[in-house]
């Protein structure tokens, strides 16, 4: 195993003014696979994950539903957040609340470090506020329509919701003393913003001058409140981005901190800004290091237009893996669509490449082989010498998968995979194990054949665990390999090696569905 290097990678924290959709899940996925692939790869890996509880957005939803607004998030967080860890198979180190003392008490210190050091004053502001968005918009961001039930009025593009107008006496983070060290940053680490659309975009915006940053609010009350003036408490971005270092023992626990900070930030673009300006900026002033990467990936499209709840668009994650399970689930996402650009999602393309992929292509191929093995073996893996042929792909597989992961090029890694899969089905449709089993003379020849298929088998297991875990674990004991799964190197998928027997693969891993689900 590699060196025990550490990768902590973060989703967002998710607000919790209503219920998980795919689009949330799809992050959670994307962050899983690369820490389980990091994981398997012999990395102290961290998978944090959590809700973003305090805020205007949330109040007023509590308010709503006559319920206070920790009440509210109590109960959404254990009836909705945490279960969708559950239903799509996330495997996460941490859980963050920003309603727990841990972070909150984060905030307070570096709110009041950046004070003491002079990073903050007292001004006032006036601008048009997005409350979904909870954030003051520029005119840029906004657009006016002349018809429905919005006519005249000035709405977020995002969110297509009128913004209010807000005055305001605030505390301010001068962020415009970071716009050189900023663009100094973009321009000395050109991975620390990707994909590059998202960096091309977010080095233009500080190009055009950073303005300082509103960081307080004295109009409600429920946020950590601002130490030196308990009339205000902190903005909800200003404290939502403080969840990656409170999280990880920054103020409390050096050693901790040090072993996960920095952080690999896998973010929705339309949040890139966020933590690819505002963040790097409050950490500079404290003193702190930047994190490693912030990445920005595509939103799930609905009929053209980003999916969401407020729009009605949105899907619940377990409308698909109620049909089609998490893998599945996992697989599709990640593979269906380019990580870093948008795609659309749509029932039709979801049952075609689960048949398709998981259940004709790798599923299928599995069941065969084992099948076989034990049909003309007794279950025992022949000892022969493999095709050299199929030895090759799996090397080069395997190489191609991790650099690609390294990239964040996650659909790449699945694709080079695939290639294993396509090469493996052709073989065995070429050498016709069961035409070989007929004829006691190439006894030698199937022996050869079926080594190398369950070897290559082996390696899509190895290969396939981040992503489809489930199906792979079981596979895995089927194969009888050595250890747990999660134990085997990645970058030397491979070089695998199990106990020698076999197993039937019964029911399959990916089993037929029939009805198309909507
Ligand atoms: N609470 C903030 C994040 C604070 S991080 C310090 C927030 N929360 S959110 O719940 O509104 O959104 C969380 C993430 O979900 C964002 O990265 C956003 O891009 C993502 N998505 C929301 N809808 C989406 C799609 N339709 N498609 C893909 N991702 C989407 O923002």
């Not at 990678?9 to 949330?24: L, M, Q, R």
């Not at 918009?137 to 593009?157: H, I, N, R, S």
């Not at 915006?205 to 509103?214: A, I, T």
């Not at 995979?417 to 493996?424: G, I, N, P, R, T």
């Amino acid at each position: 195993m590699p060196d025990g290097a550490s990768f902590t990678i973060s989703t967002p924290i998710f607000y919790v003014n209503d219920v998980p959709h795919i689009g949330h899940a799809y992050t959670e996925v994307a962050a899983d696979v690369l820490a389980r692939w990091h994981r398997q790869r012999g990395e102290d890996a961290w998978l944090m994950t959590g809700t973003d509880e305090h805020g205007q957005k949330i109040l007023r939803t509590a308010v709503a539903n006559n319920t206070t607004p920790k009440q509210w998030a109590d109960q959404l967080v254990e009836s909705a957040w945490k279960p969708l860890l559950q239903t799509i198979d996330i495997r996460n180190d941490d859980f963050v609340r920003t309603t727990e003392p841990r972070h909150e008490h984060g905030v307070a210190a570096f709110i009041q470090k950046l004070y003491d050091a002079g990073h903050i004053y007292s001004g006032e502001y006036e601008g048009y506020y997005c409350v979904a968005c909870e954030e003051y918009k520029q005119l840029d961001d906004l657009l006016e329509t002349e018809v429905g039930d919005y006519a005249g009025q000035l709405l977020c593009k995002i969110h297509s919701r009128p913004v209010e107008v807000l005055k305001e006496t605030n505390y301010f983070f001068r962020m415009s003393a970071f716009e050189q060290p900023l663009l100094d940053l973009y321009a000395s680490r050109p991975d620390f913003v990707q994909p590059s659309s998202v960096r091309n975009e977010i080095v233009q915006f500080v190009k055009q001058g950073l303005e300082d940053l509103s960081i307080s609010r004295s109009t409600f009350d429920w946020g950590v409140q601002v130490p030196w003036d308990t009339s205000h408490v902190v903005y909800v971005w200003f404290d939502a981005l403080l969840n990656y270092i409170t999280a990880n023992g920054w103020n409390v626990d050096d050693e901790r901190f040090a072993q996960r900070w920095p952080a690999v930030h896998l973010v929705g673009k339309d949040i890139a800004r966020f933590h690819a300006v505002i963040w790097p900026a409050m950490l500079m002033a404290a003193g702190l290091e930047v994190p490693r990467t912030v990445f920005g990936h595509g939103w799930l499209l609905v009929g053209g237009e980003k999916m969401s709840k407020s729009k009605l668009t949105g899907i619940a994650p377990n409308q698909i893996t109620d049909v089609f399970g998490s893998d599945a689930f996992r697989f599709y996402f990640l593979s269906a669509i380019a990580f870093g650009q948008d795609g659309s999602f749509s029932w039709e393309d979801l049952h075609a490449r689960y048949h398709a992929e998981l259940a004709n292509g790798f599923g299928n191929l599995a069941s065969r082989v084992l099948a076989m093995v034990n049909r003309y073996f007794d279950g025992r893996v022949p000892e022969a010498q493999r095709d050299e042929k199929i030895v090759a792909i799996e090397r080069r597989v395997t190489a191609e998968a991790d650099d690609a992961i390294e990239r964040f090029a996650i659909h790449e890694a699945i694709a080079s995979v695939w290639q294993l899969v396509d090469a493996l089905n052709l073989y065995i449709t070429e050498q016709e194990p069961w035409a070989l089993a007929k004829d006691e003379g190439k006894r030698e020849r199937l022996e050869q054949v079926l080594a190398t298929a369950v070897h290559g088998v082996g390696t899509l297991a190895v290969l396939l665990n981040p992503v489809v875990p489930k199906a792979t674990a079981r596979l895995w004991t089927a194969l009888g390999g050595q250890g747990t799964l999660d134990d085997v190197d990645i970058t030397l998928a491979d070089e695998w090696t199990g106990a020698g027997s076999v197993t039937p693969l019964d029911p399959p891993l990916f089993p037929r569905i029939e009805e198309p689900t909507v």
